[in-house]
């Protein structure tokens, strides 16, 4: 049976957006840009830590999450969800929970001592594992994770975040020539539409947004694309 109309990826990511929206984790500031730990400036700003802390919207996003998963990954094509350091291990307890499937985490590098893993958990050679994660921005992260997957003799072929920038598609490419698929509930994009309809933002501050996904490397507080 397919997913009804509240389940589509469409209606997921408008929620999904109006959710983080609400419990604060994601933000905008176009005026009063945020300096990231890179020294980059932002107009936005995203912290889905935030998401464990509000146990009614991580029950829908973990719902969503799984409903996700299984429509773009298949019911039984995953043994394993697999949370990455830091941030993903409780999204990836919530999800395994849902689907009745071992959880595992991975360290962003092996611990250096006893047996010095960077998997923890029992992973079987040949597990099919979902990696879980809290955000991508480039996706350059995911690719540690997944060499260790794969160097632990398992298999990965799809990863899962709430929240994906969208907005810087090398990332994704370079997940894809590792055969990895990216999915995700919700990007920029989706939030700048969910908080234009809603009057989060007035249209200088949608525009100027707007700017920043269009080209965030070249993105400076209140500049203006130069003429034609």
Not at 66 to 83: K, P, V
Request: net charge negative.
């Amino acid at each position: 049976m397919g997913p009804g109309p509240r389940t589509t990826p469409q209606n997921m990511a408008e929620t999904t957006a109006r959710i983080l929206m609400e419990i604060e984790a994601v933000l905008f500031r176009p005026q009063d840009p945020f300096t990231l730990t890179s020294g980059r400036r932002s107009p936005v700003y995203v912290d889905c830590r935030k998401i464990i802390s509000f146990p009614r919207a991580r029950a829908q996003l973990m719902d969503f999450a799984c409903d996700l998963i299984q429509r773009e990954a298949g019911y039984e094509s995953i043994d394993c969800i697999a949370g990455g350091e830091t941030a993903g291990i409780p999204f990836a307890a919530w999800i395994a929970e849902r689907l009745g499937l071992p959880m595992l985490y991975i360290r962003k590098k092996p611990k250096g001592f006893g047996r010095n893993a960077q998997i923890e958990g029992h992973m079987p050679e040949g597990s099919r594992v979902l990696l879980v994660e809290d955000l991508a921005t480039d996706g350059g992260s995911k690719l540690n994770f997944v060499d260790a997957i794969r160097q632990a003799e398992a298999e990965i072929a799809h990863t899962f975040v709430i929240f994906h920038y969208g907005i810087f598609p090398d990332g994704v490419a370079a997940l894809e020539e590792r055969g990895v698929r990216l999915h995700a509930l919700a990007t920029w994009w989706d939030a700048l539409a969910v908080a234009e309809q809603n009057g989060y933002l007035d249209d200088a501050g949608v525009a100027e947004v707007r700017r920043f996904l269009q080209d965030p490397e070249s993105w400076t507080p209140g500049s203006q694309p130069a003429a034609p």
